[in-house]
């Protein structure tokens, strides 16, 4: 009896370990499942029916090296601050394909989540801002099983500061890519500490209005490359623009010299 009872706990942990019960379809219920490195697993990954069989390893020794091995077939690349855990992830409900999710930490605490795709080689897809449960909710991803993948990007210029970023899965150039969008929000409340003239369009200088020094006011939405639109609370807006990352062409000065507000991180 007590050989038996061994033997059934061998059995339900090899088939937790290789996913012979709960998965594949506990992933695409849930849509991410976690898994730690450095141990073997079996999963079908690429639809065919056949189990895959995956590890992911962590060589701190050869360089902060990851070594993604698929069925004797290998994708190496490399980490500045890699967790101890890697997920399978469904990314698209609609396809057949399960996905690999290697998440880091990042220099200066910014977070990244690279995945991978086997077909019959390891496809690099791409990588994303954040991961799955970082400290800072700014930084967690979210997947939905619809293709998108929901993350925070950071803003390219002006300041320090995040939006709503989407990325999905492109048939064309077989990547994970951000869907562009003409502009983004960003939503920043700050109070001007100059005159600050606006102008009356994008690419249009000419002068539209002056926001008085002084005056709360929410810079709503950009470009993310140049343009700012601001508003204050009178019912005055119009556009700034930035040039080399936080000067502020309408009055030649740095951003921090203009707007009371804004965050400045390394």
Same mark, same amino acid.
């Given at each position: ?10 059995? +339900? ?7 012979? #019960? ?22 079908? +990954? ?43 992830? &469904? ?7 399960? &996905? ?12 990244? #989540?690279?995945?991978?795709?086997? %077909? ?21 991803? %979210? ?20 939006? &709503? ?15 562009? %969008? ?12 100059? &005159? ?71």
């Amino acid at each position: 009896m007590k050989l038996k009872i061994i033997i059934l706990i061998y059995i +339900l942990s090899i088939n937790v370990v290789f996913g012979e #019960t709960l998965l594949p379809d506990s992933i695409r219920k849930n849509k991410m499942v976690k898994f730690d490195i450095n141990k073997k697993i079996k999963i079908d +990954l690429n639809g065919d029916k056949k189990k895959e069989n995956i590890m992911v390893s962590f060589h701190r020794e050869t360089g902060d090296t990851i070594i993604i091995n698929i069925n004797n077939k290998t994708a190496i690349n490399y980490s500045s601050d890699i967790l101890n855990y890697f997920y399978i992830v &469904d990314i698209d409900s609609t396809d057949k394909f399960l &996905d690999i999710a290697i998440e880091d930490d990042g220099p200066s605490d910014d977070p990244i #989540t690279t995945f991978y795709r086997y %077909t019959d080689s390891i496809i690099k897809l791409g990588r994303i801002p954040g991961n799955s449960q970082h400290r800072l909710s700014r930084e967690v991803f %979210t997947l939905g099983g619809d293709g998108f993948i929901k993350t925070k990007g950071r803003g390219r210029v002006l300041s320090t500061w995040y939006y &709503d970023a989407k990325y999905a899965f492109s048939n064309q150039k077989n990547k994970i890519l951000q869907v562009d %969008t003409e502009f983004v929000t960003m939503n920043q409340n700050v109070v001007l500490l100059c &005159d600050l003239p606006l102008y009356t369009a994008i690419n249009d200088t000419t002068i539209k209005t002056i926001l008085k020094s002084g005056s709360p006011s929410r810079i709503a939405i950009t470009d993310n490359k140049e343009w700012f639109k601001i508003e204050d609370g009178q019912g005055n807006s119009g556009w700034f623009r930035v040039e080399r990352y936080s000067t502020v062409k309408n009055v030649k000065k740095h951003s921090s010299s203009v707007f009371k507000g804004l965050c400045f991180e390394d």
